[in-house]
């Protein structure tokens, strides 16, 4: 079942914000991931995938595994700057969360899960809200300061509303490695060794902080994929692999 177009956020100057909520059949209360959207924090939308993933596969994937799934749309960087997109997904999660009983999921068992933009935002709700429970961060950014090329300040200006290089205490804020706690959740981190938009390092830098604060990390290097996957040939097996993960972490049981 699809509750669709539920208004999440209302914030005074801004377009409502919006997610869809996929509810899998015949579960009693089960957990939820929401699903953050990627396009480099300028672009993307809640109802539509990367283009190398399979048409609507990470939402059919969790309900088939008994997960609900709410895809959440965030203000993008023509809209607002950061701390504007943490907020957003923030505000998703204490929305839902008040609304389990209504949609009949499981608020005390909730993950995050994104890719590239969204697995950083999906990295930055796991690292400073109690609530999720477990991360699933597919190519994302970690770690602004020890990002390539900085001198290509266009990357990150309209998001950040800065430069990194000149305001360096704002990169770090904006870095999930900056806010790992003591009690961070499960993460699962995957990466693409090919990516040359966002360097498997970042993942890896994450992996290091994350096993040095006692959390329990796994990281996954996808041989030969570029960002978003490309090159690689079992997408289906990627996403497969990371609902296994979140349902095992979840302790989802059918």
């Not at 205490?169 to 693409?192: K, N, Y």
Request: aromatic share 8%; charged share 20%.
């Amino acid at each position: 079942m699809i509750r669709d177009q539920v208004t999440y956020s209302v914030i005074r100057g801004f377009r409502p914000l919006l997610l869809d909520l996929y509810l899998p059949d015949g579960v009693d209360r089960p957990p939820l991931v929401v699903w953050i959207h990627g396009g480099s924090f300028h672009s993307g939308d809640r109802r539509w995938l990367h283009r190398t993933f399979p048409r609507g596969s990470v939402f059919t994937t969790l309900t088939e595994a008994g997960i609900a799934c709410a895809s959440i749309d965030y203000r993008l960087s023509g809209e607002a700057t950061w701390p504007a997109q943490g907020e957003d997904v923030a505000a998703a999660i204490a929305f839902l969360r008040t609304h389990a009983d209504e949609y009949g999921f499981d608020p005390d068992r909730l993950a995050t899960w994104g890719d590239s933009a969204g697995g950083h935002l999906a990295l930055m709700a796991g690292m400073t809200n109690a609530h999720v429970k477990a991360v699933v961060a597919w190519y994302p950014i970690t770690d602004i300061a020890t990002m390539p090329d900085l001198g290509n300040e266009d990357f990150y200006s309209p998001w950040l509303g800065c430069w990194p290089s000149t305001t360096p205490e704002r990169a770090a804020q904006a870095s999930p490695i900056t806010h790992v706690p003591p009690d961070a959740p499960p993460c699962l981190l995957v990466h693409g060794d090919a990516d040359t938009l966002v360097p498997a390092t970042q993942s890896q830098r994450m992996h290091a902080k994350l096993t040095e604060a006692g959390a329990d990390s796994t990281l996954r290097i996808v041989p030969g994929a570029e960002h978003g996957f490309e090159g690689h040939s079992d997408m289906s097996g990627l996403i497969t692999d990371s609902v296994a993960y979140l349902a095992a972490r979840l302790g989802l049981t059918r």
